[in-house]
């Protein structure tokens, strides 16, 4: 399993985001040129992480993004699922109807690691993660 590109550059924006001082909004530009993400794929990404519920947009002149909650309530679990959908370590996971279904010792396997996988992101969440001016400034 390999992390999409979408869904690393969605977390280092959340990060981004998680990281202004309240009340401020966190631009596309600011966030594309602070994150090093192209600012036209940042558009998109920034556009599912507010139909998902993670982030607040404010349109105009002004506008900007900002979190939707408190940045200790959202996990990198929250965020890639938001990008990429559930997340499936292997196709047994996820519905599989092969003709071994039944009798599939490796499905189980493949079961437990995939809530491991899943409570370790759930665990990660944006209270704890910096940016490097956020460290700085400390």
Known sequence: MR????SDYALRAVRHISNL???TLGSINSISEAESVPREFLAKILKDLTRSGILVSYQGVTGGYRMAENPKKVTFLHVIEAIDG????NLCTEGCQCDQYKTCDMRSFWEVQEVSFK???AKQHFG???TKKAKAKK
């Open 128 to 130: 704890k993660y910096k």
């Open 21 to 23: 001082p309240t009340g």
């Open 119 to 121: 409570k370790t992101l």
């Open 3 to 6: 992390l999409s590109r979408k």
């Open 86 to 89: 559930p997340i499936h370590l």
